[in-house]
């Protein structure tokens, strides 16, 4: 190479270099192109490059999700052995992440895929701290473990849903920061379920409450009907969407008050003009795939936009593929076709909690005739908007 060509070279790196410290509008579009965890990184270069990489953090972000299926070929779940690659690639700062995983295999009863000996639990204190550094200090984490899971594969949100009522599977939904949007996760036991707890975490004297999902833990004991009936009876009354199911247990956050094996419920409660919802009931008599697509398709008479809303799916451990004369995947796959680009997560449990409702702008659509909010071998399908 010739001198010429030497100082060309040398001169354009200098000419990159000047951009790169002192243009913020060129730095801060290439920025943008950044996954978030890379951009925190990036932020202790320069204060040039920090003051660009907290106004592209300012900027609206989407929900995004990381899911995962089995078997997996290491020690941990299949989920937890992706997580912390898969979140490299995210371009949101997750405020709040709501996580499921089924049940059986993270509570150690599976077998090892590798070797024939059981797997150490992976529900230990170590597993839970690794899932829960995988996010930013600050974010909250609602860890659920049931029979059954419902998601939607990392990528596009036009990806087909997927039932897993057997086997390893599990996802990871993270909402980050929104304008209009306010998400406030709850945790109650019998110590703690009280009237002032409930309006602090935003369940009762909320006008702005606009949908609650609620994940009850442990409720076959004696004194879970009670406990269950407690908090649902306040949010029966409410104009909010109220949506869930009774699920194995909770391994996110830790349980400071109660002994293990107490019951509980945890949750996660919407606040906000932006938030709007809709859900339908597929009760007993829901036994074809015809039959279903034409109850999700109710969905429709809410309006709700597609951006930026998710669906989820609450379904009794004794429907899915064994329901519907040995075909799988009915439900979800009936979901996919009436919303093909709203992705869908969700559970197989031991209860169901929901009714038909719509909750949008300042009105609220109820089935008056369902004055219930707990039941069995039914789905609960519901979409949350979040402006």
């Known amino acids: 190479m ?36 890379s951009l925190l990184r990036i932020a202790s270069v320069c204060r040039l490059w920090r003051n660009c990489a907290r106004r592209v953090l300012r900027t609206p972000q989407h929900l995004t999700w990381v899911s995962a299926c089995g078997p997996s070929d290491t020690e941990a779940h299949a989920l ?15 405020q709040t992440v709501l996580t499921m995983v089924d049940c059986e295999s993270f509570n150690g009863q599976a077998y090892s895929y590798r070797q024939n000996k059981a797997k150490k639990s992976r529900h230990s204190l170590d597993t839970v701290e690794e899932l829960n550094l995988v996010f930013p200090k600050g974010c909250a984490n609602i860890g659920i473990a049931t029979p059954g899971i419902v998601l939607t594969p990392s990528g ?26 306010h998400i406030k996760p709850f945790h109650f036991c019998k110590e703690t379920i009280l009237p002032t707890a409930l309006q602090e975490a935003g369940l009762v004297d909320n006008p702005e409450l606009r949908v609650v999902l609620m994940f009850v833990y442990e ?45 509980g419920v945890v949750g996660l409660a919407l606040s906000g003009p932006k938030v709007q919802g809709a859900s339908v009931l597929l009760d007993q008599d829901i036994t074809s795939p015809k039959a279903a697509e034409a109850t999700i398709r109710r969905l429709k008479a809410a309006k709700i936009p597609e951006k930026n809303t998710i669906g989820f799916m609450f379904a009794c451990v004794g429907r899915g593929q064994n329901y519907y004369n040995n075909q799988a ?43 219930s909010l707990q039941h069995e071998y039914t789905t609960v399908m519901t979409l949350v908007h979040l402006g």
């Open 2 to 37: 010739g001198e010429n060509e030497d100082f060309d070279l040398s001169l354009q790196d200098s000419k990159a270099a000047y951009v790169l410290s002192n243009v913020a509008e060129v730095v801060e579009r290439i920025l943008t192109f950044v996954p978030t965890k």
């Open 329 to 371: 995947n009915v439900e979800a796959d009936a979901f996919h076709k009436v919303f093909p680009s709203t992705p869908l997560f969700g559970l197989f449990g031991n209860g169901e909690i929901g009714c038909d409702r719509i909750v949008k702008d300042d009105y609220t659509l109820c089935d008056s005739d369902s004055d």
């Open 156 to 181: 596009l949100c036009s990806s087909p849903p997927q039932e897993y009522q057997d086997g390893e599977a599990g996802f990871a939904v993270m909402f980050p920061s929104m304008e209009g949007v």
């Open 80 to 94: 937890c052995s992706v997580l912390a690659e898969e979140t490299e690639k995210v371009f949101l700062l997750p």
């Open 219 to 263: 409720a076959y004991k004696a004194g879970g009907v009670r406990f269950l009936s407690q908090i649902l009876e306040p949010l029966a009354k409410s104009k909010a969407l109220i949506a869930g199911g009774l699920v194995d247990s909770v391994f996110s956050p830790a349980r400071p008050c109660c002994s293990q094996g107490a019951y």
